[in-house]
């Protein structure tokens, strides 16, 4: 079980930044990788970014790197992205998700967790709309 908060309304103006969080019941994250996933209107769900919970090894897709920033705080399981120099093109409903670690490897199951098919939790969707 995941829910999103820290978000009201949803309009953010283009240059912008906001804070998404995720926080994460009902199981142990210590076993799994956060995902921040993103869809807009007639397009595929895509990754924003992954972290491994134990250790906090990140990764982020070409779009958003330098520009947004996951984090986890592990005493309240809670899961964060700091989204700046918000675009028009970041406009998508964002999810948050968990995906159990599968190998040995941070980098192999960070690499599982960019595909939507491997998730195995995910969070209530969170629109964000970058407008004018």
């Known amino acids: 079980l995941m829910s999103a908060a820290g978000v009201w309304g949803g309009l953010v103006q283009p240059g912008g930044s906001l804070r998404l969080s995720c926080a994460a019941s009902?199981?142990?994250?210590?076993?799994?990788?956060i995902g921040w996933f993103r869809q807009a209107p007639g397009k595929e769900r895509e990754a924003v970014s992954c972290?491994?919970?134990?250790?906090?090894?990140?990764d982020y897709s070409g779009s958003v790197k330098g520009r947004f920033t996951t984090s986890r705080a592990k005493a309240t399981n809670t899961i964060y992205i700091q989204m700046n120099s918000l675009k028009p093109e970041d406009t998508a409903i964002y999810y948050c998700?968990?995906?159990?670690?599968?190998?040995?490897?941070?980098?192999?199951?960070?690499?599982?967790?960019?595909?939507?098919?491997?998730?195995?939790?995910w969070g209530e969707g969170t629109q964000v709309t970058v407008s004018s």
């Open positions: 998700a968990a995906v159990r670690r599968r190998t040995a490897s941070a980098r192999a199951d960070l690499s599982r967790c960019r595909s939507p098919n491997n998730i195995d939790y």
């Open positions: 009902g199981f142990s994250l210590d076993n799994y990788v």
């Open positions: 972290i491994t919970w134990r250790v906090g090894i990140e």
